[in-house]
């Protein structure tokens, strides 16, 4: 099975960074993913780390360490929309050549003024 | 292009009924994915279909099942339902199975209320 933890909530004000992180234990990984969920929304894809290093999209980056099981998600110049769930998820081999795609139980993020 | 769909939206049911629900993927795609969301367990894998194949499993009991056919579209269904099974269901779809970049694009939901 897969373990992956990740904060459940956290606070941060308007303008400034906040990183949110993401551990794992899994065997056969094969990538993971970051994804936003405002309340009430549909989850929509943010990022993906199948390398280790930083992979960065304007004011979001991620960055993923194999060896430690660890990622996080950076993000900078907080904006009041940034307030969501973040979900990080774990793809990893799942037996007769298919992978799975597990999500952690998401970190709530509130952006203060 | 129009996004994933998912019907009903909104659903209220008893105990010992089965349900039902429907997700129409994105045009094109393939893969369709459903999940269970509940707010003390997260987002919880329940199956993904490929091409009108079940290509996983999560671990729910036999009461959820799901299928596909043959233009994507895809069911799932909950027999004998229990308290515990009130959620959000999500489905997603994929231009390919998992095993690729795994970017899915997520219906709405079904909001499931068991009574």
């Known amino acids: 099975g897969q373990n992956i933890d990740q904060p459940t909530e956290m606070t941060a004000t308007e303008g400034a960074i906040v990183q949110i992180n993401c551990t794992y234990q899994?065997?056969?990984?094969?990538?993971l993913f970051w994804y936003q969920q405002h309340a009430g929304e549909a989850p929509t894809f943010l990022s993906y780390?199948?390398?280790?290093g930083l992979e960065e999209k304007g004011r979001f980056s991620s960055f993923l360490s194999r060896s430690k099981g660890y990622s996080y998600l950076l993000l900078k110049e907080l904006q009041m929309k940034d307030s969501a769930s973040y979900l990080c998820?774990?793809?990893?081999?799942?037996?007769?050549?298919?992978?799975?795609?597990?999500f952690g139980k998401g970190t709530k993020l509130s952006v203060i003024p | 292009k129009a996004g994933v769909t998912q019907t009903p939206r909104y659903l209220i049911k008893t105990r010992g009924q089965q349900v039902t629900l429907s997700c129409s993927p994105i045009?094109?795609?393939?893969?369709v994915s459903w999940y269970q969301q509940t707010p003390g367990q997260g987002l919880q894998f329940l199956f993904e279909?490929?091409?009108?194949?079940?290509?996983n499993k999560g671990n729910f009991p036999g009461r959820f099942s799901g299928r596909q056919f043959s233009n994507s579209r895809s069911e799932m269904n909950v027999s004998t339902l229990e308290l515990g099974d009130s959620a959000l269901y999500l489905c997603?779809?994929?231009?390919?199975?998992?095993?690729?970049?795994?970017?899915?694009?997520f219906g709405e939901g079904s909001r499931l209320t068991v009574l």
């Open positions: 780390n199948v390398l280790d």
């Open positions: 279909y490929f091409s009108e194949t079940q290509r």
């Open positions: 045009s094109g795609h393939r893969s």
């Open positions: 997603a779809s994929s231009g390919t199975p998992t095993s690729d970049t795994g970017e899915l694009f």
């Open positions: 998820a774990v793809s990893a081999y799942s037996g007769a050549g298919s992978y799975q795609l597990t």
């Open positions: 899994t065997s056969g990984f094969n990538g």
